[in-house]
Nanobody, 125 residues
Framework: VQLQAFGGGLVQAGGSLRLSCPAS????????MGWFRQVPGKEREFVGA????????NYADSVKGRFTISRDNNKNTVYLQMSSLKPEDTAVYYC???????????????????WGQGTLVTVSS
């Protein structure tokens, strides 16, 4: 599966932004989808993930209550709605697909099988 994240840009603190990640292929619904982010010089960190059917989500504590992941399996697309953005949310955001089972490992970067090119989100103070 091929992925590409879109929707990044410059936003003021407190603002909102929605990222999207369309996927190629017919098996999108068979993947857990995750979002990660990375700041230069730091490790890529888990933001959140959504189950195959979209009924279950999991978020990093740093974004819980502010970010929402959703997916549309008919459109082969996963979304990341970001609200109440903070300067510390500035990063390159990546979407990723995981073929394995749902569990604690969804937070682990190495567990994901496919990655898209990232999109830069910059939050100004």
């Amino acid at each position: 599966v091929q992925l590409q994240a879109f929707g990044g840009g410059l936003v003021q603190a407190g603002g909102s932004l929605r990222l999207s990640c369309p996927a190629s292929g017919r098996t999108f619904s068979s993947y857990i989808m995750g979002w990660f982010r990375q700041v230069p010089g730091k490790e890529r960190e888990f933001v959140g993930a959504i189950s195959r059917g979209g009924g279950t989500t999991n978020y990093a504590d740093s974004v819980k209550g502010r970010f929402t992941i959703s997916r549309d399996n008919n459109k082969n697309t996963v979304y990341l709605q970001m609200s109440s953005l903070k300067p510390e949310d500035t990063a390159v955001y990546y979407c990723a697909a995981d073929k394995a089972l749902w569990g604690p490992q969804i937070k682990v970067r190495s567990n994901y099988d496919y990655w898209g090119q990232g999109t830069l989100v910059t939050v100004s103070s």
